[in-house]
């Protein structure tokens, strides 16, 4: 699943903001941002751009220069952020539908590569990235998480189950695999060749990750996040480098494990899961009553120090339903 990073949307709702009389907060699927006064009304076609979008240096874009400039190596763009506007979380932007030049687009249609929009990605330290050996292995789904702002449509329906909760660390994608004898070790797209010196292999290395896969007789992946020094910061403020796992995947069935099921895996191999916060969850009633109860400390905060968690993310057991919750308060604090 790509993520849809800006897209033809309906405007569902715009509301007045206190003590303001310029702006106004306007609702798109789960998304609350705030726009201009007047320049927008309820079901309005409009292209949104969810955050982390980083837009192409065009003069239709030159408004955003003084929030949002920044580079992305060597290229140069603007980036968009979590932000609070008069005491409103404002996350993303609309733009009119003319900037599509008269396009025939669909309602939904993902319009970013259109108008140049790419996701902003920052850049990767050598140690991690390591040599690739090729594209990511096409038996083996890329991690990824819808957020819950997207799926705003299915909410109600989720409320009438329960649900695993994890907490969502900040970190770096990584992929181990067994499959028909070869082990592979993967970054978030990438297959990465053996060395000495590349962080993950290490990790394979000091976790026994070959090992230990094949010993389970199966074709099998595990994923998890890479976290400690050197990667994003180390919020953390981990010594070295680790490896907590949250998925498993059988490569003959092409499935995923059931969150019992992954849980069982980590036992028997002895590996280290994300933190599990609960696993009979009910949703609150509401997106904005589960955006709040993400907020919170992180389980791997070091001692004396309380360190903003980046999220949730809430598993069915069965894992056809998986999605994350970002807390707003880590994004408003959050300075990459
Ligand atoms: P994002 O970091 O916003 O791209 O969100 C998706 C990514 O979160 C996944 O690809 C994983 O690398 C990462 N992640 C971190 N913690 C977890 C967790 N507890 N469960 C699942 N994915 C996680
Ligand atoms: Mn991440």
Redesign the pocket.
Known sequence: ME?KLASVVTIDDLQPIKDADLIEVATVKGWKLVVKKNEFRVGDHAVYCEI?SFLPLKPEFEFLRKSSYRKMGEQEGFRLKTMKLRGQVSQGLLLPVQVLEGYDYVMGEDVAARLGIVKFEPPVPAALAGICKGSFPSFIP????E?IQNLSKEFSSYREQVFYV?????????TFYFNQGVFGVCS?NLELLESADNTLWKIARALKLSEKLAATGNNIAL???LIGEGIQGNPYALSGQTV?F??AFDIDTQEYLSMPAFREVMKVLDLEP??LLDENFLLPDTIAALLLLAEGTSMLSPAGKAVER?G??I?SADRTI?F?V?SNRFLLKENN
């Open positions: 993520r982390d890329k991690t990824d998480e957020r994890t907490e969502k660390l900040e970190g770096s994608s990584a978030r994923q998890g996040e907590k949250f998925n994300v933190p980046e949730l993310v598993r998986s994350k970002i």
